[in-house]
């Protein structure tokens, strides 16, 4: 600061749902959310990353008439918020530039040697994850993101650019340093070059995609970040599905001593507000130029502090408990899936089986019952209470439902090919799957794959069977925790004093896939808690065998669980998309080969083999 | 050289195929083609990038104990050439390296902040697409590879650190230096470093997977590293199929002054060997330590000459023709993926159709006839000819063949439930599906799918009907390449006096679904020229709208073949692998959302857009 009166600042966060590729929507999601910060006094409003495309974009970032028509979408914004009567208010959106063949090439990026086919080259131009600060109707600062994140689910290396500039604007005297998701979490990155350069606010536009517990990382991160910067972090995540992704929002304010100032409600769009008042003996004097990597530069919008207004407290929301949280990210990832595909309603076999009862509930959640159509698909092998439970289930939830018997089908194909055993077994599989999508085409339905992780991990479906689907909502939900959810949902409807939406037999119950005369799943699996721990070691810690026997597994349960994983990966390969809750889901979060010979050998070999 | 007298080497070039985590198998592949090349008096021998763990090993890079054994493998190669006898040739092969923790961190790598879940963080040690040389029974020299592509169907970035080393080896007083596949593709890279450090030979082991036409663009990069590394570049490509990529060898030795010395033969394992004679006034003066961002270091095994021999002439194998090229790389894509899955045969559907009749061809010159297992499955809206042709291309190939009508089946279903329309179309398909999705469980077949890359791009197939299976041979060929391939491979037979394996009334009869009465495809689509010239602009170069009517397209198919094409992409998801074969495939080439909203738009909105 200049003088060294105190100044304040009413932030907003924006944490809203964007969809993908729908520029003009998006756009139009920003005046609004802008006009109701603007009613409340917001000066400063940040959106989520990548605010206009939508994020992940993926291979459309390398499209150059997807990249021009962003940046034309950005410039047409910040005539429209003026025009809107709003260009009084600091509006930070992300987007995605194209700066025509400028910026560094990092070391992985392809090379731009003649001999390279051009059009399989996304080095023409230089796309750029970016942010833009408008203001008065123009574009007044625009940040290129410095940390492309290439692990997990991310393909960042992949389209992006990174950035080497540092803009600082001052708004109402205070200096607002801009950063990009991925910047947060590097110690010694833009933090720390905000921090040798002076600034009050830090915004931080995110697309972080939820995961269980990691609510539980954001706020200490932020804290070190704040602290390495001397300034307030304004962290906004967006909120909303994309494909396999669900964002939860979580938005939080943290200021430079640590304290938590706010934090806003999981998996809803929401403005969170904070008032900040900005302590000018607290901040380091201001520098610019080259810091680092960096070069810091400094936009001066407007030196007088905003009119002094009294400052009202910020909500912090606490985050959800695991059960619920997870229940709130299954119902988001399939509504917006389905509304942003704009599919008018969703079918699926009702088996009377906790998978398709569970996946019932949650449509009904995600799109209310009348959008939701079961179908009963009794077998000769189906006991009485698979009819009863499903019967129980679709009158619970008020969904429709009918019923179709397989034995027809499934005798004519015996009559005309002789299948046993497995072939057999599928057949059955197989005839449900292609009933289910004869009536997703004859109703323009979307069919829901009911399979869960656990299934999925060891190829437990029938391709083309119970896998068959356009999306699969309970994918990367293991076993034991279809259960545990199943559970807390009904425990819900009795806090609230309705009908427990999933039939207590359902949950009970041993799981059979019954396909054969008293065929239960533990004939050919271990128990779900011994599975759903090896899964957990194997898939998602990617441990090798030695160290899942150091973790204390049964030798000969991780031998059968390895090779029914390593096994299945051709089925996993062809599986409808479903909803990333785990640190890694089957998808692009993990990415092995179908043709793998590679098979973890007892620890005697690895013991060699780790000298 | 110190002494001024010529100097000879005989260097091998072994483009082997090897197999994706078959550490032990592709080692014993080593030792099997250094022994030829010991027993041919070569010196120097080259195998593939990666040879060790197979290329692309994708996740298993990140998997520490597949890393640790990588490294195993290595150690235990070196020693197994020795006591093979063959300690006296050098050997340079691909490896997967895990420098615990070491190396710099490239800035999209993922940071090492404690709040990264570890189990997440790929960054536990640091894995390194390396290079080693083996003299011995020691292993002599490691290089890491400097430029790691994230383009196209790569993903190094994501899996590994770049080197900032360059070894250079004297062997029989000749200075060898190591690079790895991408090094070769940027100019002042690697190569530039060699050309001031000083070197007699550059080898380059190599994973380049086959394009059409790619090896236009080979030599005359070779030519200009070698020239620019002022150095002999020995390239050798591995051969082969992994899943959707096929390598097709095309090994090639280069002199300084970008004379082509020798070139091996494409898609066959091949030891391709060249003898060079060194003049040392030729070669600048030898310098090591730190030139520009890598380190030079030099190690003497040896300083006298090789004893002198006789050069003999290589051989220099002309690159296929276009026609003869595709097949052989749909050819050995197939076979690779059926024979590294274990898998002893393949059923599929013979409709009468040429693409049905061409996947019979490949599978057929893939595996033998004895392994190939064909079934017509007519409906009642099958014409004479389906059958007649089917049966036709069933006795030209001398495949196993059988009939299953599926009218009982449909039907069967048709009593059941109501369908029309589309919904009764695909359901004749889903029967077909799962009839041989039946015959493959019972059996132990693997169903080929018959989709061509026209039908998968505008989603002019069934899922789980005709698009079900676990390999699609030709998902990378476009209609109209498949008829000429088709052509090519009669052609072929006749010129060798032997059978038209495909029936020329399937190739010349105007392409239909037969789901319908009297249905043909051009009821739906374009012209399929037209449609694949679209395709082929829209798909493979990613062009926009603006560009694509630019190119002459005719605005209303253009309009209706992007409609189709983002609107299959939900189908595109759960297809079965395919070998690529053109610039950019379906599948891991080119990564969409599935929600995606994003629309070409006419060129009036771009137009502005591009301001």
């Known amino acids: 600061m200049n003088d060294q009166q105190p100044v304040q600042l009413r932030v907003g966060l924006a944490q809203v749902d964007t969809t993908v590729g729908d520029l003009s929507g998006n756009a139009d999601l920003v005046r609004t959310w802008t006009a109701k910060a603007a009613e ?104 290129y993101k410095r940390h492309l994140p290439n692990y997990g689910v991310f393909d960042e290396a992949r389209y992006f650019v990174p950035g080497t500039e540092m803009p600082i604007v001052r708004l109402h005297g205070v200096d607002v340093a801009l950063t990009v998701c991925e910047d947060l979490w590097v110690e010694g990155g833009p933090c720390g070059v905000i921090g040798q350069a002076g600034a009050d606010v830090v915004v931080s536009p995110n697309a972080s995609p939820y995961e269980r517990a990691k609510d539980d990382l954001r706020l200490p991160l932020v804290r070190r970040r704040a602290e390495e910067a001397r300034a307030t972090v304004v962290y906004c995540n967006q909120v ?55 070069t810091v530069t400094r936009h001066l919008l407007s030196e007088e502090p905003a009119p002094a207004f009294e400052p009202r407290p910020s909500t912090i929301v606490a985050p959800l408990d695991d059960c619920e949280e997870v ?175 999933i039939p207590q037999n359902s949950i009970d119950k041993p799981p059979s896939a019954e396909l054969a005369p008293g065929q239960q799943d533990s004939d050919s699996l271990p128990s779900y808690e011994e599975l759903d721990a090896v899964i957990a070691d194997y898939v998602d810690r990617d441990l090798g065998m030695a160290q899942l026997l150091e973790r204390g597994h049964d030798p000969e349960v991780v031998a059968k669980v390895l090779r029914l994983v390593d096994m299945a990966e051709f089925k996993r390969r062809q599986s409808a998309p479903g909803t990333k809750i785990s640190l890694k889901a089957f998808g692009r979060d993990r990415r092995l080969p179908i043709t793998n010979r590679w098979r973890e050998t007892p620890p005697t070999v690895l013991e060699g083999a780790a000298q």
Do not use: C
């Open 40 to 143: 409340d006094g917001v000066h400063l409003v940040v959106f989520p990353e990548m605010t206009l495309t939508g994020y992940p974009a993926e291979d459309l970032v390398l499209r150059e008439s997807f990249a021009h028509a962003s940046e034309h979408a950005l410039v047409d914004l910040a005539t429209r918020l003026a025009d809107d009567g709003l260009g009084e208010v600091a509006v930070v959106v992300g987007y995605l530039a194209h700066t025509e063949g400028s910026g560094p090439a990092p070391v992985d990026q392809p090379p731009t040697d003649d001999d390279r086919p051009g059009d399989a080259n996304p080095r023409r131009g230089a796309p750029r994850n970016a942010a833009a600060l408008l203001y008065g109707g123009e574009v007044v600062a625009r940040y």
């Open 327 to 501: 229940w709130r990210a299954l119902v988001l990832g399939l509504r917006d899936f389905i509304d942003k595909n704009g599919i008018p309603s969703v079918v699926l076999g009702l088996s009377g089986g906790i998978d398709s009862a569970l996946v019932a509930a949650l449509a009904v959640d995600a799109l209310g019952a009348d959008r939701v159509y079961g179908v009963g698909l009794p077998s000769k092998w189906s006991r009485a209470h698979s009819l009863s439970d499903a019967e129980d289930s679709a009158e619970r939830l008020g969904l429709h439902y009918s019923v179709v018997p397989i034995a027809p089908m499934v005798e004519a194909y015996e009559k005309s090919v002789e299948l046993s055993g497995t072939a057999a077994e599928n057949l059955q599989a197989r005839v449900r799957g292609t009933l289910l999508m004869g009536l997703s085409n004859q109703h323009g339905h979307l069919l829901l794959a009911t399979s869960n992780k656990s299934e999925v991990a060891v190829g437990y479906s029938t391709l083309y069977g119970d896998a068959a689907g356009g999306f699969a909502p309970i994918k990367d939900v293991p076993k034991t925790l279809v259960w545990a959810i199943a559970r807390w949902r009904n425990e819900e409807a009795r806090r609230h004093g309705g009908t427990e939406p």
């Open 240 to 294: 909303g599905g994309q494909d396999e992704l669900v964002f939860d929002g979580d938005s939080l304010v943290v200021n430079a001593a640590g304290e938590l100032l706010a934090r806003a409600p999981q998996f809803v769009e929401h403005l969170l507000t904070v008032d900040l008042t900005i302590d000018p003996s607290s901040v380091p004097e201001r520098t610019d130029g080259r810091i680092g990597p960096m």
